[in-house]
């Protein structure tokens, strides 16, 4: 069991493909409305602050995970002791980030929504 303070970005890196399973033992989702708010809040102040040459850190907590061998010989896959929470609403504010990008008939956007997808779905 390792306990990790990865960047966000390392744990949605799309150019590799990690499976995070969720244990038995893992408590039901339980956060709710004032959480997602406080996260929506800090993703947005993030936003504000950001500058392409100096990324901005914000620190997300620990996660907690659990080598669970491979899958298909080569994918890496880790039981998710801690984090459960975190990693899912993250996962659902990219994935609306994308749908909206996908509505968008601007041309170029189709490279960033392939980009996005790729970060929560696994090939």
Known sequence: MTAE?????????SSIDIYYILPYFQRD???DKSNCQTLLNDILDLYDICQDSRPPEHFMG????????????TTPVFKL?????????????????????KKSSKDGLNKLYTKIRRMVTNS
Do not use: C, E, M
């Open 29 to 31: 989702y339980a956060w």
């Open 62 to 73: 620990s996660l907690v995970v659990i080598n669970a061998g491979t899958q298909s010989s």
């Open 81 to 101: 002791a801690d984090g459960q929470q975190r990693l899912t609403i993250i996962s659902i504010v990219v994935t609306a980030l994308s749908s909206l990008i």
């Open 5 to 13: 303070s990865p960047r966000i970005a390392k744990v949605f890196n």
